[in-house]
């Protein structure tokens, strides 16, 4: 018997359909508010800044700095067993948002500065990872 | 300060705590309120207010054609988790100070052993999640322990928090909960132990973390006037708050990822109530994790933002200690009842019925929930 472990699929939406297809893309994607241009993740609604619901998508540079991290030791789902222990950070990115992801490299310390990587999972997603920028 | 003293924590009643009970989750809730009425001594269809904790078990409607209540004046879903009981406490005392209601009932029951709902898959029914769950979850940032992980990592590194004052939380709700016949944890537990616990998400280790478990517990609230004809001495509510962190549903988007809700709270609950945290005699902090406590502890004003650790080691926690916490095992080695028996100790703790675990002369006391991402309540209670 072959069992099938499957992760957890993101319930992509209207509202973030553009994420997701940027990654599928190669591209790290912000909303912007269309009105007044402030940086927003995850995306939503409205901006907090103006209220306003018109929206463009930023790609960003992929840059930053870890603001913390963790490493998990138990799988709380299936779909991550045989990946453990694996970390996940969370980074400032430079253009402002924080943004979670894998990771890739030694052990991460806050501050560390940190570049994506857009990562082919299977036929269907990609993932957000981070790994050391420059040397590590 | 329109609440001040208006209403009274009349009635309290609790399940036994287990794990793999037979019971649904509304069976346990139905079981716990009829204690609390019983124990508030008035008749379940006396009852005019219904806050049914959460979404696992009962809901108003049931209360009604269960208990016969012919006249049901207020109910209400509060959805923050954790921080949903001691929330429920606002809200039960504004409809009693305002007249509404004369008994309201705060009620819970869960029943986690059950089928698949477990912690790594339950929360990801809860809306509240929707980021988390979206894009967070598959990158296997599934459960709490993990997704409050990093909040514990930033404060260790930026403050020095050390394994040893995670340790002491533990080891002190430990030692309580070894004073109390009904907790799920029954085994004395040292520093040491908890070092060498396996590592779960990192900071957290097994014993850092809460007791899935099953239960019900529930509170009668009372309009103070109408409390002074109940059963046992009168428990006011003199100060109670709410507060939620910037960015409460992501903690990734918070700008200090170690700053609560109850940081909001703390303030204007002590100004409602006239006192000081210097004040208080025993508390009931919400423990979903050893971290949350020593984080609740700062942003109520116990001490500096960074001197959690320290304050919380050389067993100033512990019964005899400056602020005996969690007298009754807490959420660590009680039971996890979304913080409903912090509530239920802290009552039975100013009624003078602690048992072993009683604080000498308590006459002043706090309990606090912790919800979801870091909502967060505080209700400051006195004995009359």
């Known amino acids: 018997m072959t069992e099938t472990v499957t992760k957890p699929e993101p319930p992509e939406s209207a509202l973030s359909a553009p994420y997701w297809q940027g990654l599928r893309d190669g591209r790290l994607l912000l909303q912007a508010c269309g009105a007044c241009g402030t940086l927003r993740h995850y995306p939503r609604l409205l901006c907090s800044a103006c209220f306003s619901d018109a929206v463009s998508w930023r790609q960003a540079s992929g840059h930053g ?3 913390s991290w963790t490493v998990a ?13 694996y970390t996940l950070v969370t980074v400032d990115l430079a253009e402002g948002p924080r943004a979670l992801g ?18 082919q999972a299977d036929a269907a997603a990609v993932e957000l990872w981070f790994e050391p920028d420059g040397e590590a | 300060m329109a609440l001040r003293d208006q209403a009274c924590v009349s009635g309290i009643g609790e399940t036994a705590y287990m794990r793999g009970s037979s019971k649904t989750a509304f069976e346990l809730q139905i079981e716990a309120s009829l204690a609390a009425i019983n124990d508030a001594g008035i008749h379940p269809s006396d009852i005019d207010g219904v806050i049914p904790i959460g979404i696992v078990s009962g809901i108003a409607e049931d209360f009604v054609d269960n208990f016969g209540i012919r006249d049901l004046r207020y109910s209400a879903l509060i959805p923050h988790g954790g921080a949903s009981p001691v929330m429920a406490l606002q809200a039960a005392a504004t409809v009693l100070a305002t007249g509404v209601c004369r008994h309201v009932l705060i009620t819970f029951g869960r029943n986690v052993s059950a089928g698949s709902n477990k912690a790594g898959a339950r929360i990801h029914n809860m809306p509240q999640f929707h980021y988390v769950t979206e894009f967070e979850h598959p990158l296997g940032n599934s459960a709490p322990a993990q997704i409050y992980a990093p909040m514990a990592r930033r404060h260790m590194e930026l403050y020095g928090t050390t394994v040893e004052h995670f340790g002491a939380v533990a080891v002190a709700c430990r030692e309580h909960a070894l004073l109390n016949g009904n907790a799920i944890m029954s085994k004395p537990i040292t520093l040491e132990d908890h070092r060498n616990s396996r590592m779960i998400a990192d900071p957290f280790r097994l014993l850092d973390c809460s007791l899935e478990s ?4 529930a509170v009668v609230v009372s309009a103070a006037d109408v409390a002074a004809d109940c059963r046992h001495r009168r428990v006011f509510i003199s100060g109670v708050a709410v507060g939620h962190p910037d960015s409460p549903a992501s903690i990734t988007q918070r700008p200090d990822m170690t700053s609560l809700g109850i940081g909001k709270a703390a303030p204007r609950a002590f100004t409602m109530a006239g006192v000081t945290p210097a004040d208080i005699q025993v508390a009931e902090i919400y423990d979903c994790f050893t971290y949350a406590v020593i984080r609740q502890i700062e942003d109520m004003g116990f001490c500096e933002k960074g001197e959690g650790g320290p304050f919380v080691a050389d067993g100033r926690l512990r019964l005899g200690g400056a602020l005996p916490t969690n007298t009754h095992g807490g959420l660590l080695s009680q039971a996890h009842v979304w913080g409903l028996n912090h509530i239920v100790e802290l009552v039975r703790q100013l009624r003078g019925d602690g048992g072993r675990a009683q604080v000498a002369g ?12 870091g909502d967060g309540a505080l209700a400051i209670m006195r004995r009359g």
Do not use: Q, S
């Open chain 1, 65 to 67: 700095h870890v603001h």
């Open chain 1, 73 to 85: 030791h138990h799988a709380f789902h299936v779909g991550f067993r045989d990946e453990l222990p």
């Open chain 1, 102 to 119: 894998r990771w890739r490299g030694a052990t991460p310390r806050i501050g560390l500065a940190v570049k994506a990587i857009l990562r």
């Open chain 2, 214 to 217: 099953d239960g019900g517990a």
């Open chain 2, 362 to 373: 308590a006459e002043l006391g706090l309990v606090t929930g912790y919800g979801d991402l």
